[in-house]
């Protein structure tokens, strides 16, 4: 029987990848005006300078912001740009507000939780504990959540089954009566179902779902996991 659904929060809940993408073309512009012909190579160094400095920061080899610091300063040495902490953290304090306010919920998400209403419902993400909390209050879903787990606050990210474990424990639920839901199918899905849970990988951007893990349940929109729980 399923007691509890647990989400992911970006691009799960959230349009991170939109809202990175133009709070970084807005730090772009603010640093190197009139340079819109390089705009999109800098998105897509942004984005993977993200996913290196928060693996970093995931690992507990640097603050977060540190991890901040260094991707602002790797971003734009290409550049010939140099930062010192203070105006690093300038740029960075407005960054964060930016990326807060750009945030947005996913079409599908406000009918999704009322369609699971009679579920416990909560966030697992690995991420900073207080950007995070903002992005969820900022998108109103705060109210509607039984339970929020930040990496930095468990002390454990995804994809180790502590994390999970340690979520259910909170939310008072066993893992076997727990769900899943989040868009990477390694840190998410997998990693669920191997601490316990049922893991359902939201494959939004329909990838190749070809994988060696057939027992991992699919869906490409929030509002068919009503669907599979009731399977």
Known sequence: ???????DLDDTLVDH????????STLFN??????NYELTAFQEQWISLTRKW?????????????????????????????FSDIDADNLLSEYWADYISKCQLFDDVVECFRQLQKYKIGVLTNGQEV???EVIKSCKIHPILDVVVTSEAA????????????????????????????DNLELDAIA???AGLIGIW?????????????IIKQINNLNDSLKLLDK
């Open 1 to 7: 029987m399923i007691n509890a659904v647990l989400f």
């Open 17 to 24: 990848d939109t809202a990175i993408r133009n709070t970084a």
């Open 30 to 35: 603010k640093i190197i005006p009139n340079s």
């Open 54 to 82: 928060y693996k970093k920061f995931f690992a507990k080899q640097v603050s977060f912001q540190e991890s901040g610091r260094g991707r602002l300063r790797e971003a734009f040495s290409n550049y010939g740009y140099e």
């Open 131 to 133: 950007q995070q909390i």
């Open 155 to 182: 002390g454990f990210a995804k994809p180790e089954p502590q994390i999970f474990q340690y979520t259910c424990a909170k939310l008072g639920v066993e893992p076997t009566q727990t769900v899943y839901v989040g």
């Open 192 to 194: 669920a179902n191997n």
């Open 202 to 214: 939201l494959n939004r951007r329909y990838k190749n779902s070809e994988t060696h893990f057939p």
